[in-house]
């Protein structure tokens, strides 16, 4: 059997004989030619200046582009493999040009260039992410770095780094930009802290807001820079700026929290469940219910006390649209008829037959499962709190799941369910009031 020829520019030989030639292993040059690369890249030390790449419309190899920037093939390639834009990746000098000892400040530089435009970086999110940019002048991959350098100077110690300053939200840019240390770079945020918002006549800082409404400083001064008004900036949704109107005297949520001493979250969770204003900002709105069962009257408190049903069960089952001699009665649930593909049986007969708990068939119906996947022993389920993935929903003639909905608005699912329970369309349950 003959060793297997290579033919490269005409010239045939082994892939022993081309080994000994170009220094690669010949084992190393079959693998190449298996994986599909071609005799010329497959013999050669370095297989990748053949590639070709364009920029600003102009096609040449890895090789000739190397040539023309300074920059090694490898680290070209790299970079490309990395995510760079070609034109960055061929002409960004791998070390500093001109001054070959600001290499600390040729790495501030990078950096910042690499926040702003590389969205696999983990901090993308707090740069490039909220519309922060490098101005033309520094982040022109050629020479850039220099001018930065002219604008910057050097650092004054190896503890400073770049700041954006005087504006925190501002670009990368001259009259932004200064050398700072983390001491400073804090005053400078502090500085935020004390900014003075006003919001329906009353005045705070910016710390003293977040403090009573529970928003960061910094997502403060984020939205005041992306343009919302001050309102939209301090409060953490809508909703708590939402205007209620109780015996004659409106007051937004956050207000009525104040002076109630119910939470904002638990105001707004009323309203969401239909409850009028007035028994939203009660203190003990829930319990305090009066139920009439069977010609007796008593509070929601009183029956849990007597029937061993917690009263927040009570309540849930109120809610849910149950009577209320069923709220209240120990072994209400179970005792549920459900009828499946034409079959009706109690909550505990399906749970003796398809082997699935008796309390988990009541989880599934209390999170809008219909009856046949509340008793399915292998029904499809999501990893928010047991909430079916098949359940549909329809909002302006487009259907997805409560989980579909859930990812593109950012909420939860669990919670989209219990807005539909609650008796909500399917927009205000996924969208919100």
Same mark, same amino acid.
């Given at each position: 059997?003959?060793?297997?020829?290579?033919?490269?520019?005409? =010239?045939?030989?082994?892939?022993?004989?081309?080994?000994?030639?170009?220094?690669?292993?010949?084992?190393?040059?079959?693998?190449?030619?298996?994986?599909?690369?071609?005799?010329?890249?497959?013999?050669?030390?370095?297989?990748?200046?053949?590639?070709?790449?364009?920029?600003?419309?102009?096609?040449? +190899?890895?090789?000739?582009?190397?040539?023309?920037?300074? &920059?090694?093939?490898?680290?070209?390639?790299?970079?490309?493999?990395?995510?760079?834009?070609?034109?960055?990746? =061929?002409?960004?000098?791998?070390?500093?040009? $001109?001054?070959?000892?600001?290499?600390?400040?040729?790495?501030?530089?990078?950096?910042?260039?690499?926040?702003?435009? *590389?969205?696999?970086?983990?901090?993308?999110?707090?740069?490039?992410?909220?519309?922060?940019?490098?101005?033309?002048?520094?982040?022109?991959?050629?020479?850039?770095?220099?001018?930065?350098?002219?604008?910057?100077?050097?650092?004054?110690?190896?503890?400073?780094?770049?700041?954006?300053?005087? #504006?925190?939200?501002?670009?990368?840019?001259? %009259?932004?930009?200064?050398?700072?240390?983390?001491?400073?770079?804090? #005053?400078?945020?502090?500085? *935020?802290?004390?900014?003075?918002?006003?919001?329906?006549?009353?005045?705070?800082?910016?710390?003293?807001?977040?403090?009573?409404?529970? &928003?960061?400083? $910094?997502?403060?001064?984020?939205?005041?820079?992306?343009?919302?008004?001050?309102?939209?900036?301090?409060?953490?949704?809508?909703?708590?700026?939402?205007?209620? /109107?109780? *015996?004659? &005297?409106?007051?937004?949520?956050?207000?009525?929290?104040? /002076?109630?001493? &119910?939470?904002?979250?638990?105001?707004?969770?009323?309203?969401?469940?239909?409850?009028?204003?007035?028994?939203?900002?009660?203190?003990?709105?829930?319990?305090?219910?009066?139920?009439?069962?069977?010609?007796?009257?008593?509070?929601?408190?009183?029956?849990?006390?007597?029937?061993?049903?917690?009263?927040?069960?009570?309540?849930?089952?109120?809610? #849910?649209?149950?009577?209320?001699?069923?709220?209240?009665?120990?072994?209400?649930?179970?005792?549920?008829?459900?009828?499946?593909?034409?079959?009706?049986?109690?909550?505990?007969?399906?749970?003796?037959?398809?082997?699935?708990?008796?309390?988990?068939?009541?989880?599934?119906?209390?999170?809008?499962?219909?009856?046949?996947?509340?008793?399915?022993?292998?029904?499809?389920?999501?990893?928010? #709190?047991?909430?079916?993935?098949?359940?549909?929903?329809?909002?302006?003639?487009?259907?997805? +799941?409560?989980?579909?909905?859930?990812?593109?608005?950012?909420?939860?699912?669990?919670?989209? %369910?219990?807005?539909?329970?609650?008796?909500?369309?399917?927009?205000?349950?996924?969208?919100?009031?």
């Amino acid at each position: 059997m003959h060793p297997r020829t290579i033919d490269v520019d005409g =010239v045939s030989r082994t892939a022993a004989e081309w080994s000994k030639l170009t220094g690669v292993k010949s084992n190393t040059i079959l693998k190449r030619l298996a994986d599909g690369m071609n005799p010329r890249e497959a013999v050669s030390k370095d297989p990748k200046p053949g590639k070709l790449i364009d920029v600003d419309g102009l096609t040449r +190899t890895l090789r000739e582009w190397s040539a023309i920037s300074g &920059v090694r093939a490898n680290t070209i390639n790299k970079r490309l493999e990395d995510g760079w834009p070609p034109k960055d990746a =061929v002409f960004t000098p791998s070390r500093p040009t $001109g001054d070959q000892t600001a290499m600390d400040e040729y790495s501030s530089w990078i950096g910042m260039r690499r926040r702003c435009s *590389d969205k696999k970086r983990k901090d993308w999110n707090y740069y490039g992410g909220r519309g922060i940019t490098v101005c033309d002048r520094w982040n022109d991959p050629e020479n850039g770095f220099m001018r930065f350098l002219d604008d910057m100077g050097r650092k004054p110690t190896p503890a400073h780094t770049i700041d954006r300053h005087p #504006n925190p939200n501002g670009n990368y840019e001259p %009259n932004n930009c200064r050398w700072a240390t983390m001491h400073e770079q804090n #005053n400078n945020r502090s500085v *935020d802290r004390s900014r003075i918002i006003e919001v329906g006549g009353v005045s705070k800082t910016a710390a003293e807001w977040a403090k009573e409404t529970g &928003v960061k400083v $910094g997502t403060m001064n984020r939205r005041l820079g992306d343009g919302l008004d001050p309102k939209d900036a301090v409060f953490r949704s809508a909703q708590r700026s939402k205007m209620l /109107e109780v *015996d004659g &005297v409106s007051k937004t949520v956050l207000e009525w929290a104040e /002076e109630t001493g &119910v939470r904002a979250n638990t105001i707004y969770r009323r309203i969401d469940e239909g409850m009028d204003p007035k028994d939203a900002i009660s203190r003990s709105t829930e319990r305090s219910y009066t139920l009439e069962v069977d010609g007796v009257s008593k509070t929601i408190v009183e029956w849990a006390e007597e029937t061993g049903v917690r009263a927040n069960t009570i309540y849930r089952r109120l809610a #849910n649209g149950v009577s209320p001699k069923e709220a209240v009665s120990r072994s209400t649930e179970r005792s549920y008829t459900l009828e499946v593909d034409g079959v009706s049986k109690t909550v505990v007969e399906w749970a003796k037959e398809t082997g699935v708990k008796a309390d988990t068939i009541c989880r599934r119906l209390a999170n809008g499962a219909s009856p046949k996947e509340a008793v399915s022993k292998n029904v499809v389920r999501s990893k928010e #709190n047991g909430v079916a993935r098949s359940r549909l929903l329809e909002i302006d003639g487009v259907s997805k +799941t409560v989980v579909e909905w859930a990812k593109e608005t950012g909420g939860k699912a669990d919670t989209i %369910n219990s807005r539909i329970r609650k008796g909500l369309s399917p927009k205000d349950a996924v969208f919100g009031l």
